[in-house]
């Protein structure tokens, strides 16, 4: 399986983590990582809220990562189980074996992605491509 990166240097990929974790600090209420893998490779997911609420997925725009939900992730995992992937062809932390390219791959990726959750039935929020990915 060939790895797919979105960083030019390693110097960059120092600097993305470093303000990843930053903004991730910002998520004011308690979180953990999950790393799941999929046909599209891992998949880095930050989840918060208690495990007996629904569960709500959530997917950021382009070029940007989950950490971006913080002002809205307390109030959210109040009422759900809260799921912030990183899109496995963005930029993030994940491992990603091919991009996304069609609808279909968007179909498969989520598919995948929740069977590797065991979620069944989720509310989905997306942001400008995520919507997209949403939809598809």
Not at 64 to 81: C, D, E, K
Request: proline share 9%.
């Amino acid at each position: 399986m060939s790895i797919i990166s979105r960083f030019r240097t390693p110097e960059g990929a120092v600097q993305f983590f470093a303000a990843y974790d930053a903004t991730l600090a910002l998520w004011d209420v308690p979180h953990e990582a999950l790393d799941v893998e999929t046909s599209f490779g891992t998949t880095h997911v930050n989840v918060a809220g208690s495990a007996d609420l629904p569960p709500l997925v959530l997917l950021h725009a382009p070029q940007i990562s989950p950490p971006v939900w913080y002002p809205t992730i307390a109030p959210l995992s109040r009422h759900f189980r809260v799921y912030a992937p990183d899109a496995v062809d963005q930029i993030g932390r994940r491992v990603p074996s091919r991009r996304l390219k069609t609808p279909k791959d968007c179909f498969d990726w989520h598919c995948g992605l929740l069977d590797a959750l065991k979620l069944e039935r989720v509310t989905v929020i997306g942001h400008s491509q995520g919507g997209w990915q949403a939809l598809n």
